[in-house]
């Protein structure tokens, strides 16, 4: 298992305790999610590479209603796997390909503790083409 850490920071530590504006222009995509798949936050290069609009995916399920392609066991079973379990955190290779170009992308999947409240990151990074 593969465990993203940052300036001796557990990754989903320093992403919750971080500005929404820092969120906005990291590098990569990110999504934070419910434990049933609704989104709470979209960043802005997430929408860059879907070409979605944050304002008009918020608040709708990830899996059934914004990238239906990744309601597979590869990826959504993983996450209802980690909230089950309670326990989330992977790494794995996976291709967006609803209503875009296909995208290669490397999908980080954390589950998040915040008090009573759990969350799901998810860092997505394209992988280039060679």
């Known amino acids: 298992m593969e465990f993203f850490r940052y300036k001796g920071k557990d990754?989903?530590?320093?992403l919750g305790s971080m500005p929404t504006?820092?969120?906005?222009?990291?590098?990569y995509g990110l999504v934070k999610l419910d434990t049933n798949g609704k989104i709470l936050e979209f960043n802005t290069t997430e929408s860059t590479i879907t070409n979605r609009?944050?304002?008009a995916v918020i608040?709708?399920?990830?899996f059934f209603d914004v990238a239906p392609c990744t309601n597979t066991p590869e990826f959504y079973g993983k996450f209802v796997e980690g909230i089950e379990k309670?326990?989330?955190?992977?790494?794995?290779?996976?291709?967006?390909d609803f209503n875009m170009a296909p995208v290669r992308v490397k999908v980080h999947m954390i589950l998040a503790r915040f008090g009573n409240d759990?969350?799901?990151w998810l860092i997505i990074k394209r992988v280039p083409t060679s």
Not at 11 to 14: A, C, D, G
Request: hydrophobic share 40%; net charge negative.
């Open 11 to 14: 990754v989903s530590e320093m």
């Open 21 to 27: 504006e820092e969120r906005n222009n990291l590098p």
């Open 53 to 55: 609009d944050p304002l």
């Open 59 to 62: 608040g709708k399920n990830f």
């Open 86 to 96: 309670k326990f989330l955190n992977t790494v794995f290779d996976y291709l967006f």
């Open 118 to 120: 759990s969350n799901v």
